[in-house]
């Protein structure tokens, strides 16, 4: 390792924070890696997920009809 700290010494400021940003980065991946779900929890997980009825889905319609409605300036 001490020619790895000798190697970082010898880079400029900003490539000092390139390095550090890509072992944030690293180590981010590898703490997400332990959030997994077990596979016995996915139906748990799945049935938590949001449902649109109709009445939320009018809101969309309504927008696109007043969206259409718009007439484009002529010049």
């Known amino acids: 390792m001490p020619a790895t700290l ?3 010494d010898l880079l400029e400021d900003f490539e000092k924070r390139e ?3 890509f072992i944030d980065f690293l180590l981010s991946r590898k703490k ?3 959030l997994t ?3 016995s929890d ?3 997980s799945l049935q938590s997920v949001s449902v ?3 009445e939320d889905l009018q809101v969309f319609e309504q927008s696109r009809y007043d969206f ?3 007439q484009s300036l002529e010049w």
């Open 6 to 8: 000798e190697k970082f």
């Open 19 to 21: 390095v550090s940003d």
């Open 32 to 34: 997400n890696k332990n």
């Open 37 to 39: 779900l077990p596979i």
């Open 42 to 44: 996915f139906p748990e």
């Open 52 to 54: 649109w009825n109709e």
């Open 68 to 70: 259409n409605k718009i």
